[in-house]
T-cell receptor, first 111, second 110 residues
Framework: GEDVEQSLFLSVREGDSSVINCTYTDSSSTYLYWYKQEPGAGLQLLTYIFSNMDMKQDQRLTVLLNKKDKHLSLRIADTQTGDSAIYFCAESGGATNKLIFGTGTLLAVQP | NAGVTQTPKFQVLKTGQSMTLQCAQDMNHEYMSWYRQDPGMGLRLIHYSVGAGITDQGEVPNGYNVSRSTTEDFPLRLLSAAPSQTSVYFC?????????FGSGTRLTVV
């Protein structure tokens, strides 16, 4: 079945780069996503990458996909205190388009 | 454009009570899903639908029912609430990629 794994916690200093990693098992994944959740809030779609792409850049965000190793990463350049949140990796694909989430990585940005 | 609307935002139930969590979207999305979020466990898929009249079970369906009589609405029914169903529930919809989420319902079962 589908499984998505993430490390639970990452701490960085303001201004540094953050790299959040994710691995998944479903080889039929079509889209891979990064969602952000601030405390007490819903989920905000940050970015996504189609499975036939290796990289996608969107302002401070860079997504890297290694399809052979089923590894996805999110790099946040010049991390700010406002980036402190839980970041979820998720994948979808196939006829059902089910969206399956990882457990989330809590990013703490120290001033 | 309201997006995905969930009601209520907060609810307290007694063990054994039943209730329905409402979800409506105005984007004509075919795909809709219900998730529960518990600390340290991410979001787990309860039920999902690929279109009106079609529903299927996700990872944790026990104790929940759904129906999809229209494209817009996807209600989640708790048949007999248990303390283990205390959680935050999110509804989401998609046209094929990039799910949009509602703001969530915080449910406490005492």
């Amino acid at each position: 079945g589908e499984d998505v794994e993430q490390s639970l916690f990452l701490s960085v200093r303001e201004g540094d780069s953050s790299v959040i990693n994710c691995t998944y098992t479903d080889s039929s994944s079509t889209y891979l996503y990064w969602y952000k959740q601030e405390p007490g809030a819903g989920l905000q779609l940050l970015t996504y990458i189609f499975s036939n792409m290796d990289m996608k850049q969107d302002q401070r965000l860079t997504v890297l996909l290694n399809k052979k190793d089923k590894h996805l990463s999110l790099r946040i350049a010049d991390t700010q205190t406002g980036d402190s949140a839980i970041y979820f990796c998720a994948e979808s694909g196939g006829a059902t388009n089910k969206l399956i989430f990882g457990t989330g990585t809590l990013l703490a940005v120290q001033p | 454009n309201a997006g995905v609307t969930q009601t209520p935002k907060f609810q307290v139930l007694k063990t054994g009570q039943s209730m329905t969590l409402q979800c409506a979207q105005d984007m004509n999305h075919e795909y809709m899903s219900w998730y529960r979020q518990d600390p340290g466990m991410g979001l787990r898929l309860i039920h999902y639908s690929v279109g009106a009249g079609i529903t299927d079970q996700g990872e944790v369906p026990n104790g929940y029912n759904v129906s999809r009589s229209t494209t817009e609405d996807f209600p989640l029914r708790l048949l007999s609430a248990a303390p283990s169903q205390t959680s935050v529930y999110f509804c989401a919809s998609s046209e094929g990629y990039g799910y949009t989420f509602g703001s969530g319902t915080r449910l406490t079962v005492v």
